[in-house]
């Protein structure tokens, strides 16, 4: 119901507008159902890797980052997405769920070795720092998550950094 709903808040913006409540509604529900079959309140650590996750998925885990008692994440402190499908998008996307997190969320840190976007950073010819040649929408979503990881550490939330595969985000 959620990727449905989703995917209709593109067709225009008056649209958007109309269906956002319900998408608000079908998030709540979906990141609920998602994130309580991996351990519920108790979980420490949450194991997303491999399970072909991409840039939708990661909008619901920026929702249960906002609201971690409703999906269970409390008390999660290390979120593993290697090996999916993550791109720009998804980086987006978990870098709005870092800035949204309450105070006293316990999460500090977030791998996120072997998704998409490093396919485009190696194209790129990236070493230890991106390329110019990288492009504009994956070198802002970079950005966008290390500045969120930054605000998370100084607000403090210690965020000890999205593991990228290219260094500390």
Same mark, same amino acid.
């Given at each position: 119901? +959620?990727? /449905?709903?989703?995917?209709?808040?593109?067709?225009?913006?008056?649209?958007?507008?109309?269906?956002?409540?319900?998408? =608000?509604?079908?998030?709540?529900?979906?990141?609920?159902?998602?994130?309580?079959? +991996?351990?519920?309140?108790?979980?420490?650590? *949450?194991?997303?890797? $491999?399970?072909? *996750?991409?840039?939708?998925? @990661?909008?619901? *885990?920026?929702?249960?980052?906002?609201?971690?008692? /409703?999906? $269970?994440?409390?008390?999660?402190? =290390? =979120?593993?997405? &290697?090996?999916?499908?993550? @791109?720009?998008?998804?980086? &987006?996307?978990?870098?709005?769920?870092?800035? !949204?997190?309450?105070? $006293?969320?316990? *999460?500090?840190?977030?791998?996120?070795?072997?998704?998409?976007?490093?396919?485009?950073?190696?194209?790129? %010819?990236?070493?230890?720092?991106?390329?110019?040649?990288?492009?504009? @929408?994956?070198?802002?979503?970079?950005?966008?998550?290390? !500045?969120?990881?930054?605000?998370?550490?100084?607000? %403090?939330?210690?965020? !000890? $950094?999205?593991?990228?595969?290219?260094?500390?985000?």
């Amino acid at each position: 119901e +959620f990727q /449905q709903i989703f995917t209709l808040t593109h067709v225009c913006k008056h649209f958007n507008a109309a269906l956002r409540p319900a998408l =608000v509604g079908a998030a709540e529900a979906a990141s609920e159902s998602l994130f309580a079959r +991996f351990g519920g309140e108790n979980l420490r650590a *949450l194991d997303l890797t $491999g399970k072909e *996750l991409r840039a939708l998925d @990661c909008g619901l *885990l920026a929702h249960a980052l906002k609201h971690p008692a /409703q999906s $269970g994440l409390q008390n999660v402190a =290390v =979120v593993w997405l &290697q090996n999916n499908h993550i @791109c720009a998008s998804g980086l &987006q996307a978990l870098a709005r769920g870092l800035r !949204s997190m309450p105070e $006293g969320s316990r *999460l500090t840190s977030i791998a996120l070795g072997g998704n998409a976007f490093h396919a485009t950073i190696k194209e790129a %010819g990236a070493g230890a720092k991106l390329p110019r040649s990288l492009r504009p @929408c994956l070198r802002r979503a970079l950005h966008d998550l290390a !500045s969120a990881a930054t605000e998370r550490r100084h607000s %403090g939330v210690l965020l !000890s $950094g999205a593991r990228t595969g290219i260094g500390d985000v």
